[in-house]
């Protein structure tokens, strides 16, 4: 037998070939959320520009609750943010999915609903124009926002500070003037 059959026949390649299938597997994820974010960073500028709330905040959200728009309710209902409502899936024939979530006419509509819901908050005037968004994540889980609570601040924590968001806050322009 030969030394490359004895070596490729047992544990060496089943572990090989996981690791091979992870490392593409996070290639492929790494993309898919840089491909997210380079789709949707001027939207949430655009929205951060206009209402005070840092892009972070909205991008991050946005990212955790999508799977950076990869969940059935990002692409079926443009639905980037986990709001409950109303949607029309249970009109369409032959349609296997329910969701309990509301549906949006595009994504851009999904992001300005979700900043209007903010805005209307009544700790909203205390942040507004203010780009830490720790101070936003606080008062979002106060808020009642996730019902998962500080998991869920250290999630969207965690997406703010791995892919870099923040940057984005240092181009608020916003002015309650």
């Not at 997210?36 to 709330?53: P, Q, R, S, W």
């Not at 986990?82 to 029309?88: A, F, P």
């Amino acid at each position: 037998m030969s030394l490359n059959r004895k070596i490729c026949g047992g544990w060496f390649c089943a572990v090989l070939s996981i690791i091979l299938l992870f490392a593409g597997n996070t290639a492929f994820a790494q993309r898919s959320v840089t491909r997210y974010v380079d789709n949707h960073k001027e939207t949430a500028v655009k929205l951060m520009n206009e209402t005070g709330i840092p892009a972070s905040v909205i991008l991050g959200v946005a990212m955790l609750e999508s799977g950076s728009g990869t969940s059935r309710n990002a692409k079926l209902l443009h639905n980037h943010f986990g709001i409950v409502g109303k949607n029309k899936l249970h009109k369409v024939k032959g349609a296997t999915y329910r969701s309990k979530y509301k549906e949006f006419e595009s994504d851009a509509e999904s992001y300005k609903y979700f900043v209007r819901m903010l805005s209307r908050k009544k700790w909203f005037s205390k942040v507004k124009g203010k780009p830490e968004y720790q101070v936003w994540l606080k008062h979002m889980n106060h808020g009642g926002y996730s019902s998962a609570g500080q998991e869920w601040v250290k999630r969207v924590t965690a997406m703010i500070t791995k892919h870099k968001l923040y940057k984005l806050d240092e181009q608020m322009a916003y002015s309650s003037n």
